[in-house]
C-alpha cells in the first residue's frame, strides 16, 4: 500500500472517530524495534534500538499534528511503548500500558495515531513492558507552538535534546530476574546523557555545539529507571522556561534536580570564553555520587572542556526549595494545557480527596511495591478493553482501595488497581510517602497543579499552604523522604487512565493504579471509539463489539 493511499485511508477511519480538520498534516513514522550490542559504559550489553538508534529518534511536532508510528516488535518478547505527558484526550487507546493496550507480540506490529494538541514542550517517550526502559527504546518528543501562537522568548539559534538517566550495564532480562525473584536492583553502574558518557581527558565528540554569543534550547527529560540527577552546565546558567508543557516563570539556576519522569526546557547563552564544556548530570541522595558527562562545543573554540565539575547540591531541602521556586508564567501567550479553563483552580470547589500512601513490603517472601496496601498486577486483559467491552466485572473490581489509606500499610495484596473517577469532577490527589527513599509520581492523559510539596504529614490544614495562584500544570510530581504532596485536577478526560511511580522498580512491582474515567453519556463528544487496529487479547478476542460511540 502506498503512502498515498495509506493517507486517505487514515484521513477516513480518522473522520469516522472524529471530525478532522483539513489542515491538520499528518506525519507518519515507521519504527523497527530490534536488540542490538551498545556499550554507553565500555561494557557491551544488549540495548534496544529504534531504527538502528539508541537513543530512538526524536519526533518533533507542532500542535495539532496527527502522529502515526507503525511499531514493529524484532524483540523477542511482548513489546510497548508510551508516549509520557502527551494528553491524548479522549484517546487513551493510544497511551501503550499494559491497562489500556494488549502488547505488541514478537514479530508482529501496531500504529500508533495521536494528535498532539496546545501542550507546547517537551517529552519523551519510552518502553511500559517489561524492564524494557533500561535498554533503551527512549527518545525525545517534542511539541512546538503554532507558528500564530508567539512562545516567550525569542526563537533559540537551535533546540537540543538532552536525555539524562542512571544506567545499569546488566541486560534488561537480568533486572528483570532480580525483580521477578523478590529483590531489589542494586545501585546503578553510571549515568547517560544520550547514551553516552564522556570521559574525562576531554576528547570525546562534542553532543552540541554553540555559535559564540547565540541562545540555545536545551530540553532535559530524566529518562533514568530510579536516581533523581542534577543537570548543570559549565560556567552557564540555565534560564528555565518550560516545564512539561507549560510556560514557566523565567528564573534563571545554576542547576536543577531533574527526577525520574521530568523534563524541563533551558535556554543557554554562548556568551563565554570559546571552547569546551561539560554538561553534567548526577545523582542525588545517593551515598555514591554517580555522574554522566557530555561536551558542548563553541563552534569557534579552541579549548578542552575543563576537568573540574561544578559541584553538585547536597540534600533534599535545597531540591524541595528550588520546587517551591517553579511558578507558571499566567501572562504568556501560549495556549493554555488545559482549555477547560480550570487555570483558576484555586476557586474551584474540591469535590474529592484521594490520599495515596506508597508502601514496600514483602508478599510470599517476595518483595512488592503498593498504595494504600494495594500492590497492582497486569492481566492478560487490558482493563480498558474489559470496561468498553461491558465485561470488567469479569476482570477487575473498580475502587480497589478507598480514597483515605489503611492505618497500616505493611500487608500488602496484589489484584489490578482501578479507582472510579465520576468525569469532570475536580479532585485533589494527595501523595504521602512515609518511605526514606524518593518517589516520583506520573499520571497519563492530564495535566495536574503541583500545588505543595512539604516534609511531614498531610493534614486538610495543610490546604492554607497551597499555591492556588501560579503552581505549574504538569505531568509528573516528586515526594521527597516522609513528606507529601498535593496536585489538583479535573478528570475531564475519559478514559482510563495509569497513574504511576516512575521508578521502573516500583512500577513493575506494582506501585500503579488506574484511574477509570467514564462518559455516562458514551458519546464521540468524551471519548473516541475504538480504533480499527485495536489489538485484542486476553478475554476481549473473543467478545462482541458493543455498539460504537455516537454523537
Ligand atoms: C528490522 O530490523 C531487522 C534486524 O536488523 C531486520 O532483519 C528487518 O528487516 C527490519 N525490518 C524492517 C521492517 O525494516
Ligand atoms: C521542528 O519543527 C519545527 C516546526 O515544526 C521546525 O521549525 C524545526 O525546524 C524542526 N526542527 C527540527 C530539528 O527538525
Ligand atoms: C501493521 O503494518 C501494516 C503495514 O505494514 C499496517 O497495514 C497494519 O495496519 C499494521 N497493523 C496494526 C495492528 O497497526
Ligand atoms: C511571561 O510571559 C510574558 C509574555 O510572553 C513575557 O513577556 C514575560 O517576560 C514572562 N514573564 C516571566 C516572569 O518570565
Ligand atoms: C464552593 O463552595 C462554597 C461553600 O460551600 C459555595 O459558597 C460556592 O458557591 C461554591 N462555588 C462553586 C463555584 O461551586
Ligand atoms: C463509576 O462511576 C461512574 C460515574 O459516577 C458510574 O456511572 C459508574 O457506575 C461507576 N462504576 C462503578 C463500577 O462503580
Known sequence: MGRGTMFMLLCLSAMSMVVVRAEDPYFFFDWNVTYGTISPLGVP?????????????????TSNNNIVINVFNNLDEPFLLTW?????????????????????APGTNFTYHFQVKDQIGSYFYYPTTATHRAAGGFGGLRVNSRLLIPVPYADPEDDYTVLIGDWYTKSHTTLKKFLDSGRSLARADGVLING???????????????KPGKTYKYRICNVGLKNSLNFRIQGHPLKLV????????????????????????VLVTADKEPKDYYMVASTRFTKTVLTGKGIIRYTNGNGPASPEIPEAPVGWAWSLNQFRSFRWNLTASAARPNPQGSYHYGSINI??????????????GKLRYAINGVS??????????????????????????????????????????????????????????????????????????????????????????????DAVSRHTIQVFPKSWAAIMLTFDNAGMWNL???????????????ISVLSPARSLRDEYNIPENTLLCGIAKDLPKPPPYTI
Not at 491497562?99 to 505488541?104: F, R, S, V
Not at 469535590?351 to 510470599?364: C, E, G, P, Q, Y
Request: charged share 25%; hydrophobic share 30%.
Open 45 to 61: 550489553q544488549q540495548g534496544i534500538l529504534i531504527n538502528g538508534g539508541f537513543p530512538g529518534p526524536n519526533i518533533n511536532s
Open 376 to 469: 497492582h498486577v497486569d492481566l492478560d486483559t487490558p482493563l480498558k478493553l474489559a470496561e468498553y467491552f461491558e465485561a470488567a466485572d469479569k476482570v477487575f473490581k473498580y475502587d480497589t482501595i478507598s480514597d483515605e489509606p489503611p492505618t497500616t500499610t505493611d500487608k500488602i495484596t496484589v489484584v489490578p488497581n482501578v479507582v472510579n473517577a465520576t468525569f469532570r469532577n475536580f479532585i485533589e490527589i494527595i501523595f504521602e510517602n512515609h518511605e526514606k527513599s524518593m518517589q516520583s509520581w506520573h499520571l497519563d492523559g492530564y495535566s495536574f497543579f503541583a500545588v505543595a510539596i512539604e516534609p511531614g504529614r498531610w493534614t486538610p490544614e495543610k490546604r492554607k499552604n497551597y499555591n492556588l495562584l
Open 196 to 210: 553516552k558518557n564522556a570521559k574525562d581527558d576531554g576528547k570525546d565528540e562534542p553532543l552540541f555545539t554553540m
Open 351 to 364: 469535590t474529592r480527596t484521594i490520599k495515596l500512601v506508597n508502601s514496600a513490603s514483602k508478599v510470599d
Open 500 to 514: 504511576r511511580s516512575e521508578l521502573t522498580e516500583n512500577r513493575y512491582l506494582g506501585q500503579q493504579l488506574y
Open 242 to 265: 518550560e516545564m512539561e508543557g507549560s510556560h514557566t516563570v523565567q528564573n534563571t539556576y545554576e542547576s536543577l534536580d531533574v527526577h525520574v519522569g521530568q523534563c524541563f526546557s
Open 84 to 104: 509520557s505527558g502527551i494528553q491524548h484526550r479522549k484517546n487513551s487507546w493510544q497511551d501503550g500500558v499494559l491497562g489500556t493496550n494488549c502488547p505488541i
